[in-house]
């Protein structure tokens, strides 16, 4: 392992925690004392994707990891809740049992995590993922948010309640 600060090879491993199936590390680097923390995970056997094209890859967690921290930009939503959406949707995968999966699974399984932590990055990765092409599916979107939560109040308009607030 290299620091990622200055590259040195002299890594000291502070603190370890297991945390659901990953192994969290604080580590520091004995040459800049840069301190950071990693997570060790075991590989499981998760299903191959099938993409709309047909085209098949590997499920990659970077790939995922990546649409939900864009989703989640400027959220207040930590690393750690990141990490914690991923491993629940990595391990519904495994549950399947199935040696391919739709894409399209994943990206449900996605959006599930994200309705239920943070709205607006919800409504984000629908907007991208779901390929909305008007301003009707977005509200849709939102007016099946706002149905969810039990309906908006008298007079407010749908999605009001899902502004940010400063």
Request: aromatic share 6%; proline share 4%.
């Amino acid at each position: 392992m290299k620091c990622p600060q200055c590259g040195s090879e002299e890594i000291n491993v502070l603190e370890s925690r297991s945390a659901e199936d990953s192994i969290r590390r604080r580590r520091s680097c004995l040459s800049c004392d840069y301190r950071f923390t990693t997570y060790e995970r075991l590989e499981g056997s998760v299903p191959m994707l099938v993409k709309k094209d047909g085209r098949r890859e590997p499920f990659e967690r970077s790939k995922v990891m990546a649409g939900l921290r864009k989703a989640c930009e400027k959220r207040p939503v930590s690393v750690e809740t990141l990490e914690q959406m991923l491993t629940r949707v990595e391990q519904r995968l495994n549950q399947t049992e199935e040696q391919e999966v739709p894409s399209r699974l994943v990206g449900e399984l996605v959006m599930n995590e994200l309705r239920e932590v943070d709205k607006v990055a919800y409504v984000r990765f629908a907007s991208v993922y779901r390929e909305f092409s008007d301003v009707n599916q977005f509200m849709e979107t939102l007016e099946g948010l706002v149905e969810l939560k039990g309906g908006c109040a008298k007079g407010a308009a749908p999605g009001a309640d899902l502004q940010e607030k400063n």
